[in-house]
Nanobody
Framework: QVQLVESGGGLVQAGGSLRLSCAAS????????MGWFRQAPGKEREFVAA????????DSADSVKGRFTISRDNAKNTVYLQMNSLKPEDTAVYYC?????????????????WGLGTQVTVSS
């Protein structure tokens, strides 16, 4: 199995940027497709972005397209989420997730491993 630890969250003004990191340990990092999800208070967990195991494909939610970029560094066992032009509605706990298959999915139940999350708060 793999253990995931997110970092990089914080408080930022609208229009600002943050970069989230997710460090993985355990099994070989390159064996996993990786995803980012978020959950705001009172709302369901929602898909943000994902990166396939091979790095050949990515996907992101329409709400973040053009603003957020997912990337991974297999040498550092880390996946990143660069968030630009942040909006108050981006406020949520952001979670990193992993699945031991090649393909990506935007469904939370498709991921077996989860980090504890990092809080992102965007003030207006």
């Amino acid at each position: 199995q793999v253990q995931l630890v997110e970092s990089g969250g914080g408080l930022v003004q609208a229009g600002g940027s943050l970069r989230l990191s997710c460090a993985a340990s355990g099994r070989t990092f390159s064996d996993y497709a990786m995803g980012w999800f978020r959950q705001a208070p009172g709302k369901e967990r929602e898909f943000v972005a994902a990166f396939s195991r091979s790095g050949g494909s990515t996907d992101s939610a329409d709400s973040v397209k053009g603003r957020f970029t997912i990337s991974r560094d297999n040498a550092k066992n880390t996946v990143y989420l660069q968030m630009n032009s942040l909006k108050p509605e981006d406020t949520a706990v952001y979670y990193c997730a992993a699945r031991a298959v090649v393909t990506i999915t935007n469904i939370p139940s498709g991921y077996l491993y989860w980090g504890l999350g990092t809080q992102v708060t965007v003030s207006s």
